[in-house]
């Protein structure tokens, strides 16, 4: 059974493995609220994952150490193994799936750890480790549902107990509950009025579901940004840890995620994960009640595969009015671009490409039509260069 002492051990060994993250004041993610961010995105291995994974490898057998240890993963917590596994001289096996974007899987090879690719997806690789596991008598080491591994990342609910002492509540991503068990268990159990608020992705609400409909549920299937909370059954010990200490859940969208890994850029100089910014996601859109209070934001991962990172950025730019697209009906004639380009200015937007074609077959001989793309401000921006250009004459498509 989890208990406080077996977080506050779990806190004693790792203190000289792992770095005591920061907690930094965010005031412009909510103006209505006073939101800090807990930064295990700055964490050794770039996320939370290696308080688990190290503190259940310090509670093996010696006779276990000497046989190895074997995890399934395709990210943090394949990194957190790894390293846990090296610091302590024990010998890892990580299955992934043969997918795996190579950056994950050099990654991990970099912590010392033997990596083992298995044609599919996540499940496939997952039945390897089980069976490898049953055939040389590997320990598995699960991502989540695991009192150790769940102890582990509970010494980050300590941890912000003694950093801000006044917190009123913390915000904290779920996938597969691993980590909200752990910092919920701990958080109330030393002072039960912290509001734990947790988060998942629209695209993946394992955990939401099971919580709502009083029972585990399977997912068919998850699509999200957030990769390293799409989970499509939470385990048994979280389902019940969840169940008892945590106060809500809610979801975000991939839309409002991006938005939020882009405020985290441009205002805190964090780079944050998909799942490392959804409670920055839920703060921002006011998706859980922390109007007024001392809130903290657990930014559980910096592992951001870059790859994506640029479509992510135009996605957040798209969601707050940052970057738009208009559709402009002209007649064919000299001055019109001229005319278009010169309102946009005297506003203060900024095009960054333009795309001008003659008429169609069926429309109008005389017409053109402009693509514009623009930088601006805010939606109300937006609005503001629209009702100008419609008020000088100009024919706007879509509205």
């Known amino acids: 059974m989890l208990t406080l002492d077996k977080i506050y051990h779990a806190k004693y060994v790792l203190k000289q493995v792992i770095r005591e993250t920061d907690v930094i004041h965010a005031p412009k993610i909510n103006p209505e609220s006073n939101i800090w ?33 074997i995890a399934c993963s395709a990210g943090n917590h394949a990194q957190g193994v790894a390293l846990a596994a ?23 090879k970099s912590y010392g750890a033997e990596v083992c690719l298995v044609k599919g997806v996540y499940d496939d690789a997952y039945k390897e480790a089980l069976r490898q596991r049953d055939e040389h008598g590997y320990t598995f080491v699960h991502p989540f549902d695991d009192e150790n591994v769940i102890a582990g ?39 039960p009025k912290i509001k ?75 780079v944050t994960e998909g799942a490392g910014a959804v409670p920055v996601a839920a703060a921002m ?17 910096g592992n951001i595969d870059v790859t994506i990172l640029s479509r992510v950025i135009k996605r957040g730019l798209l969601m707050t009015g940052r970057n738009s697209t208009l ?18 200015a005297e506003l203060g937007g900024n095009v960054i490409s333009i795309h001008h074609e003659r008429a169609n077959e069926g429309s109008d001989v005389n017409g053109c039509y402009l693509r514009i793309v623009l ?25």
């Not at 917190?167 to 701990?186: C, H, Q, T």
């Not at 859109?285 to 991962?301: A, I, Q, W």
């Not at 064919?332 to 671009?337: E, F, N, S, T």
């Not at 805010?378 to 004459?393: D, F, T």
């Open 375 to 399: 930088e601006t401000r805010n939606y109300e921006h937006i609005e503001e260069i629209k009702n100008a250009l419609k008020s000088n004459g100009f024919k706007l498509s879509g509205d």
């Open 153 to 191: 990342q509970g010494t980050i609910g300590l941890e912000l107990i003694e950093q801000i002492p006044d917190m009123e509540a913390v915000i904290v991503p779920i996938g597969g509950g691993g980590l909200i068990s752990g910092v919920a268990y701990a958080i109330k159990s030393l002072n």
């Open 37 to 69: 961010l807990k930064t295990e995105n700055l964490q050794i291995t770039g996320s939370f994952k290696v308080r688990g994974a190290y503190y259940k490898m310090s509670c093996l057998s010696d006779e276990e150490k000497a046989k190895g240890v």
């Open 196 to 270: 734990v608020y947790g988060v998942q992705a629209a695209g993946a609400p394992s955990m939401y579901n099971a919580v709502r409909d009083g029972q585990i549920e399977r997912l068919d299937g998850v699509s999200t940004i957030a990769d390293g909370i799409a989970v499509k059954e939470p385990g048994e010990n979280t389902f019940r840890l969840v169940s008892d200490y945590v106060d809500d859940i809610v979801t975000v969208t991939d839309d409002e995620i991006s938005a939020a890994i882009l405020a985290l850029m441009e205002q805190q100089k964090l």
């Open 86 to 108: 090296s610091k302590n001289g024990i010998r890892s096996i990580i299955c992934l799936p043969d997918g795996a974007p190579i950056s994950k899987v050099e990654a991990t």
């Open 285 to 301: 859109f006011n998706k859980v009640p922390v109007k007024d209070k001392k809130t903290v934001c657990l930014l559980s991962g």
């Open 327 to 344: 559709n402009i009906e002209l007649i064919d004639k000299p001055g019109q671009l001229m005319d278009v380009s010169r309102i946009i």
